[in-house]
């Protein structure tokens, strides 16, 4: 029987497991024992924004990666556009920065 892979569909995930486990490391450490009750709130507060962040960013590039493209799309004036923008390469992208592309043409 072949092992069902859980994480198949999550690689867009992979940056936000990582700032979590990095999260997680960093309330382990020696370093953050001996911090103050409101330094710890404050570091989980910073970087639990970072991980919602990224997860966001993971939703985003899964959406992109299972969309369909069109071949044109119409607006409220009734006018067909057949604009395509660029995909986004996912691999290369900076995590610091959400990406998306809005399909609104003026």
Not at 72 to 99: C, E, H, M, N
């Amino acid at each position: 029987m072949e092992a069902y892979n859980i994480y198949e569909s999550l690689d867009e995930f992979s940056a936000a497991r990582a700032h979590f486990k990095l999260l997680i490391d960093c309330l382990s450490s020696e370093e953050t024992a001996t911090a103050t009750h409101g330094d710890v709130e404050n570091l989980i507060k910073d970087e639990g924004f970072e991980v919602l962040r990224r997860l966001l960013q993971g939703y985003l590039d899964l959406r992109a990666v299972r969309e369909t493209p069109l071949d044109a799309v119409g607006g409220k004036d009734d006018v067909l556009r057949r604009v395509q923008f660029p995909r986004v390469d996912t691999k290369a992208r900076s995590y610091y920065d959400i990406q998306f592309w809005s399909r609104d043409v003026a």
